[in-house]
């Protein structure tokens, strides 16, 4: 029995120093392999933290990349939507009716001359909505033109006597103003005479539209009614009184168109001639600086 103590006592000794010899290489080789470890780091093979630094770095500069590549491909887009835009409006307005894109203005265009008092106001509307029912006016700003142009030239012949072909009624509160502009040239070329309002809202009700208007075109004579045999005797008497209603215009007509061109004569005349008090304070002002 006592052998057999010792022979177990020298093998758990042996187990022993075994299983510590055992951890001691562990712990070595832990050792070794953190200093590896710490080597590596500081050797800069490997450095997770400044990798994960530089990962996020270029998925930020990529995405500050991706971000103005796509508002410079917004920008581009909306370029081009904006020419077309501009491309189609232009095409739009060229075709359209220049009544269309005419808005009222707070004031009256600078050169409304002549322009009429509130008495002729009043007559021009009136007279205005007898050239509507007799058929004897132009309306807008198209029509009008055409039918100034159908008028003679004026020449110098023509300068005092001669028929006069219509009357032009011009709206002074117009925007833009390039739209009326012309007709003042455009009338004296072709010896219209031609007054402005006040209002283009009144001038459209004046014409029976169900717009406001910027030119109307009172012609002296409308359209002759039909005079077929089978009308004669169910329209005599409706006849006669359009030839009443018709003399009434054309009295109207001469009386306005003398008063057009007086006004003309008044408002416009010296500042064509160059003796407007305002013309002739400017050119003396003028001199005097160029004295003193």
Not at 81 to 105: N, Q, R, W
Not at 186 to 199: D, F, N, R, T
Not at 254 to 265: N, P, Q
Request: proline share 5%; glycine share 4%.
């Amino acid at each position: 029995m006592a052998a057999t103590d010792k022979v177990d006592i020298v093998d758990d000794k042996k187990a022993k120093k075994e299983k510590k010899e055992k951890k001691d290489k562990s712990e070595k080789k832990d050792k070794s392999d953190k200093k590896d470890k710490k080597r590596s780091d500081d050797g800069g093979i490997r450095k997770e933290k400044k990798d994960k630094k530089k990962d996020k770095a270029k998925q930020e500069k990529l995405a500050r990349a991706l971000d103005a590549h796509l508002q410079a491909d917004a920008a581009a887009q909306a370029e081009k939507s904006l020419v077309a835009a501009t491309v189609d409006a232009d095409v739009s307005i060229a075709d359209a009716d220049p009544e269309d894109i005419i808005k009222p203005a707070e004031e009256l265009v600078p050169f409304a001359l002549p322009l009429a008092d509130e008495k002729t106001h009043k007559k021009i509307y009136k007279l205005i909505k007898k050239g509507a029912k007799l058929k004897s006016i132009h309306r807008g700003v198209k029509e009008c033109e055409k039918a100034i142009k159908k008028c003679p030239v004026k020449t110098a012949a023509q300068a005092t006597d001669g028929p006069v072909p219509g009357l032009v009624i011009i709206a002074a509160d117009i925007s833009p103003m390039d739209v009326i502009m012309h007709f003042p040239i455009l009338c004296e070329e072709h010896g219209v005479p031609y007054l402005y309002v006040k209002s283009r809202a009144d001038l459209g009700v004046a014409a029976c539209t169900k717009r406001a208007t910027s030119v109307v075109m009172l012609k002296p004579e409308g359209k002759k009614p039909n005079n077929n045999n089978n009308d004669k005797k169910k329209d005599e008497d409706k006849d006669d009184d359009v030839e009443m209603t018709r003399d009434e215009y054309l009295a109207a007509w001469k009386e306005l168109v003398s008063t057009a061109e007086k006004e003309w004569k008044t408002q416009v005349q010296p500042w064509v001639k160059g003796t407007h008090p305002l013309q002739v304070a400017a050119r003396e002002e003028a001199r005097r600086a160029a004295l003193g």
